[in-house]
């Protein structure tokens, strides 16, 4: 088709409709879903403060247990007069991490808000004003966040580690497997995040004098370009981690012990 005859856009009209006949809502809408509906488990996991805990596994939602109106404390650094769901104490540092994540800030923008919703498409809304105003100013934290879940790992591990310790003695079931997937899951997520790659291989001049940071910056490179796939899974992770143990403390299923 010539250019003299290809249609064209001009004016209020352009701002409102677009010329893609493909499909391209299709991953917005999906992405709201998803995304969506792990916010609203994890909330109502959150408030119901029930189910997470059973000998010897603790949903990650609920780990590290800081106060002692826990199933299970894992550091008790608030006494008795804490009286609400433990989860709320320790969700703000993985939660506000994901929140300001690189990626999900452009999977949220694009399906939440249509900041774009996809490319040669218009925004939803007429001004846009970037990250400089209140509330998406707040993503600026997304560092501070990053240093706050790195020792959310740490007792992620140490949870994998305990749920080798059965009431009767050491063994290995599929919760340990579970949890132990979760754990690294969660650490490649960290892993592959921007300012962790930030934190290897930035303020460098030159890499050729910090042989051992450019070692890390490059490993973790790789992992950085995969990370739109390690945050998926990682998210399906937690979910999973949590509905094992949960359905096991209610006893709608049974823990498979693999090694005695």
């Known amino acids: 088709m010539s250019s003299a005859a290809a249609p ?7 701002s409102r409709h677009t010329l893609r006949r493909d499909a391209w809502w299709v ?10 509906g792990f916010v609203v488990y994890a909330t109502w996991a959150a408030f119901e403060n029930a189910h997470y805990y059973t000998a ?4 990650p939602l609920y780990s590290p247990c800081l106060s002692l109106n826990c199933e299970h404390v894992s550091v008790p650094l608030l006494g008795a007069w804490y009286t609400l769901s433990p989860a709320f104490l320790i969700l703000w ?19 939440f808000t249509w900041s774009p919703p996809a490319c040669a498409v218009p925004d939803a809304r007429s001004r846009y004003f ?3 105003r209140f509330p998406l100013i707040l993503q600026n934290l997304h560092r501070y966040f990053f240093y706050a879940s790195v020792p959310v790992l740490v007792f992620l591990w140490w949870d994998t580690v305990l749920a080798l310790r059965f009431p009767d003695g050491f063994g290995v079931g599929v919760g340990t497997l579970v949890l132990g997937a979760n754990a690294a899951l969660l650490t490649l997520y960290t892993l592959s ?3 962790c790659r930030h934190l290897c291989g930035g303020h460098v001049d030159a890499f050729s004098g910090a042989p051992v940071r450019h070692r890390f910056w490059k490993w973790l490179t790789v992992l950085n370009e995969r990370h739109m796939l390690i945050a998926w899974t990682s998210l ?3 979910v999973l981690a949590d509905v094992y143990v949960r359905l096991l403390s209610m006893g ?8 005695f």
């Open 236 to 238: 399906f992770g937690v």
């Open 27 to 36: 991953e917005p809408v999906l992405t709201v879903v998803v995304l969506g």
């Open 193 to 195: 995040c921007h300012s």
């Open 252 to 259: 709608v299923i049974r823990d498979l012990r693999i090694v």
């Open 93 to 111: 540092a993985p939660g506000g991490f994901r929140l300001t994540c690189y990626y999900y800030r452009k999977a949220y923008y694009r399906s």
């Open 56 to 59: 010897p596994y603790l949903s």
């Open 8 to 14: 064209t856009r001009t004016g209020a009209t352009a």
């Open 130 to 132: 970037g990250e400089t």
